[in-house]
């Protein structure tokens, strides 16, 4: 049986799935894929569905990872169509998730389809989808893979299909991506009267004094691949709605985007240390609490990177380029599992009012797709 990409992504788009709801998205792929010969398996994890799909039993296993949920509308009065209605109008397809990224799951899913009929797959092919990647991303990926790993399940190489994307399909394959840091500094000092500061303790000095010595390091002039890291202060609240009074506490959020020349943990440790050095002579107290989204990582090109990239280049006539740049993904938690690099549409319409993919792109990147099936098997099969 044969699948429509564009069919499969107008039926995931009507479902509003927006983080946490699945709103039936997971029943139509899992209906999909079964259609083709997949055996199915939904992986619940508190209120997220999640699906891991396998055709086949022997190696190598090919996987294509991906996400079902969506961020929310935003204006929907501001929309020329019902963001889950899936229209097609001049060759664009609008919906909420066309381009991340229902469209890239049916692509991959129609490309499934027709090399599994030619075929053209002497291994497996797997996907693995959660309904967790916009949001806080704690009950999808992460929890599948460990769970996959535990069982000792074989995943050989991973295909995720971001809308990596920039003026045409294709022209970027993402081998890596940076690591992110979050934190908030809080400083306790004492409320007061502005004309009596000796009997108060003003938070503010320490804070702006630390944060300075933060954002004054140079952490390092990148890395092989990589940008440079750097740490940005998001906010800075003290909650005080009066001019005479001295605050009791002030607070900062920053986040650290960093390259494979650090860790979370080294970069943590060095925040503690210049907390604790803010507080000496300080008597007030000063709390951080970290939280790391992800460290740093790359797929270093090789076979792998070279199937997806000729892959690329024999549907598109022009060769991609190999990039670490962008925010974070589901990548993070897949590299524990196996080599993985990411590939999909363009992006410039994500997250935005009137999200939308043209449909030529579509077929182009189920070609892609498909082409990649073929030449890995060859490959490594």
């Not at 799951?105 to 967790?132: C, N, P, Q």
């Not at 002579?281 to 076979?303: H, M, Q, R, V, Y």
Request: with cysteine; proline share 6%.
């Amino acid at each position: 049986m044969s699948l429509s990409a564009l069919d499969l992504a107008q039926d995931l788009i009507r479902r509003p799935s927006v983080t946490p709801a699945d709103a039936g998205a997971m029943d139509v792929l899992q209906n999909a894929l079964e259609s083709l010969g997949f055996v199915c398996r939904r992986m619940r994890f508190g209120e997220i569905e999640n699906l891991y799909a396998r055709w086949g039993t022997g190696g190598p296993n090919l996987c294509f990872a991906g996400h079902t949920d969506v961020v929310p509308v935003g204006d929907a009065a501001a929309w020329t169509h019902d963001p889950f209605a899936a229209v097609v109008e001049n060759g664009l397809l609008i919906g909420r998730g066309a381009a991340d990224m229902k469209s890239a799951i049916a692509a991959f899913a129609a490309a499934a389809g027709r090399a599994i009929a030619a075929g053209k797959v002497t291994g497996s092919l797997s996907f693995l989808i959660t309904g967790d990647e916009e949001g806080v991303a704690i009950d999808g990926t992460g929890p599948v893979v460990e769970t996959l790993i535990a069982e000792g399940e074989r995943v050989d190489h991973c295909l995720l299909g971001e809308p990596t994307s920039a003026a045409r399909v294709g022209d970027q394959i993402k081998i890596g991506r940076r690591g992110s840091l979050n934190a908030v500094i809080t400083v306790e000092g004492k409320q007061g009267h502005v004309a009596y500061p000796h009997l108060a303790l003003n938070p503010l000095p320490t804070l702006i004094r630390l944060l300075d010595v933060l954002q004054s390091r140079v952490l390092d002039a990148g890395y092989p691949r990589f940008p440079p890291s750097n740490l940005e202060v998001t906010t800075v609240d003290v909650g005080n709605p009066t001019t005479n009074v001295i605050p009791a506490r002030a607070s900062a959020r920053l986040n650290i985007r960093f390259n494979p020349a650090h860790d979370g943990e080294s970069l943590i440790a060095w925040l503690e240390e210049e907390c604790r050095l803010a507080g000496e002579g300080f008597a007030g107290k000063i709390d951080l609490t970290p939280s790391l989204t992800g460290n740093a990582f790359i797929t270093e090109p090789g076979d792998f990177t070279s199937v997806v990239a000729g892959a690329v280049e024999a549907v598109t006539g022009k060769a991609p380029e190999l990039t670490t740049t962008g925010g974070i993904s589901d990548a993070r938690f897949i590299r524990k599992l196996c080599p993985v690099v990411e590939v999909g549409l363009m992006g410039a319409t994500m997250h935005a009012v009137g999200e939308n993919a043209p449909v030529k792109d579509i077929e182009i990147l189920t070609a892609v797709y498909e082409r990649v099936i073929e030449r890995y098997f060859e490959a490594v099969g």
